[in-house]
């Protein structure tokens, strides 16, 4: 496990458990370790949003909207883990960037509530 004072990133906690899940199976636990990793997984299964960083050029394409807007909404997150500011560009963690609508996935869902 990681002993630094910060909180650690949900990555290293992950690689940290299965770090841990390792030397159990080494030390013979392997029912401890394999349910380890299976927590593991679990989380990094359903993380992604939340590990993924964005540049503003990605999350402009991922939102649909101007540079200027997720600049904005950038400066609205600056204060929170989910946005940092490198060499005046924000990076911008991908759960705070809504996804744009796909019309041809909402038409379907119209014409099959319509059916």
């Known amino acids: ?9 949900l990555v290293q906690v992950v690689t940290d458990w299965r770090g841990e ?10 029912r401890a370790a394999t349910l380890l990793e299976q927590c593991a ?17 990605a999350a402009a394409r991922r939102s649909g909207w101007t540079l ?3 600049r904005r909404h950038a400066l609205a ?23 744009r609508a ?6 379907a869902a119209a014409q099959q509530g319509a059916a």
């Open 102 to 107: 796909h019309l041809e996935m909402i038409r």
């Open 21 to 30: 899940a390792a030397v159990l199976r080494r030390r013979g636990d392997s």
């Open 77 to 99: 997150f600056l204060h929170t883990p989910h946005v940092v500011m490198e060499k005046r560009v924000y990076r911008l963690r991908a759960c705070i960037v809504p996804r």
């Open 41 to 57: 997984d679990e989380v990094s299964a359903v993380s992604d949003e939340y590990t993924l960083w964005l540049s503003e050029d």
């Open 68 to 70: 200027t807007k997720v």
């Open 1 to 9: 496990m990681s002993t630094t004072t910060e909180t650690p990133e």
